[in-house]
């Protein structure tokens, strides 16, 4: 079982609408959540990150953390076609600098014009 | 500013060749990273340098050198490659010490392919 599982996709979603994605863990230590977004060709560009369990809300972005259920989701409102990309989870046990960071797989977006 | 900056931004080199790739950040980070993407695949980590010190390698083959000449700069020394080691390189940096919300940003990788 890997450590993190995300769905690959591709997922799309018409313009407008609520996007919702998700990453499973298994490992109780990760307490340092992200939320990465690539563009093809491109270096990941942090867009969330948050510590433990919560809620985090920025913009059209919100991050969601149940450490309970070892569960993270990432929802995007009013989906622009501009959000076409590879979202990438991440998790770390500390926020040490030299921490490894464990990643999922990616999801592949297409929000259809 | 989140900046680290790569060069060059796309490379090709034969097997037999010795090339480098830079990467450069002035945020005052001193921890930074390597990291090999294939497509569609998340990025797997290589090297960690800490404090202009390497602290994590990945079990990486020696034909990959990694080097950090001062606190802003890490470069990866290419020699011997193979074509399987195509791919996109992705350097980070972030700040290496116990803060709150500290996490690594990424430059826009170097693609490199190896004929």
């Known amino acids: 079982q890997k450590e993190v599982e995300q769905d690959p996709g591709p997922l799309s979603v018409p313009e407008g609408a609520i996007v919702s994605l998700n990453c499973t863990y298994s490992?109780?230590?990760?307490?340092?959540f992200m939320w990465y977004r690539q563009y093809s060709r491109k270096g990941p560009e942090l867009l969330m990150y948050t510590y433990s369990s919560g809620n985090k809300e920025d913009g059209r972005f919100t991050a969601q953390v149940d450490k309970s259920s070892k569960y993270i989701s990432l929802f995007i409102r009013d989906s622009q076609p501009s959000d076409s990309a590879t979202y990438l989870c991440a998790m770390s046990a500390s926020n040490f600098g030299n921490e490894k960071l464990t990643f999922g797989t990616g999801t592949r977006l297409t929000i259809i014009p | 500013d989140t900046e680290v900056t790569q060069t060059p931004k796309h490379l090709v080199m034969g097997m037999t060749n010795k090339k480098s790739l830079k990467c450069e950040q002035h945020?005052?980070?001193?921890?930074m990273y390597w990291y090999k993407q294939k497509a569609k695949k998340p990025p797997e980590l290589m090297f960690v340098?800490?404090?202009?010190?390497?602290?994590i390698n990945e079990s990486v083959p020696s034909r990959f050198s990694p080097e950090c000449p001062n606190s802003s700069l890490l470069n990866l020394h290419l020699h011997a490659l193979q074509p399987e080691d195509s791919a996109l390189y992705l350097c980070a940096s972030s700040q290496d010490r116990n803060r709150e919300m500290e996490t690594q940003y990424f430059g826009p990788g170097t693609r490199l392919l190896v004929l």
């Open positions: 340098y800490s404090y202009e010190k390497l602290s």
């Open positions: 490992n109780s230590a990760f307490q340092y």
């Open positions: 945020m005052g980070h001193r921890a």
